[in-house]
């Protein structure tokens, strides 16, 4: 897969998390932190489709990485719910 495929399924990806994320209350992580990491994991994809749209993947790959890590460090804490799109065949 070339590095311009990998970074559109990466956003596309993203996107559809950003678009299904449920915030779980937690005693301890304030909300407002919750919602200022998705806020940054948006920002980073952003990014990515800013890099994408100027030919620069790997610079968009890395951008689209943090967010993707973003999102799965607040899944991990538990304070956010969703699934990420299953892979194609």
């Known amino acids: 897969m070339r590095l311009q495929e990998l970074l559109d399924e990466y956003i596309k990806n993203t996107e559809a998390v950003l678009a299904e994320i449920e915030i779980i209350q937690s005693a301890g ?14 920002s980073y994809l952003k990014d990515a489709k800013y890099y994408r749209n ?31 799109p299953k892979k194609k065949q």
């Open 29 to 42: 992580i304030d909300n407002k932190k919750v919602n200022s990491v998705i806020e940054t994991a948006k």
């Open 54 to 84: 100027r030919k620069r993947f790997k610079t968009g790959l890395a951008s689209i990485a943090y967010s993707e890590g973003l999102l799965d460090a607040l899944k991990l804490l538990e304070v956010a719910e969703f699934s990420w």
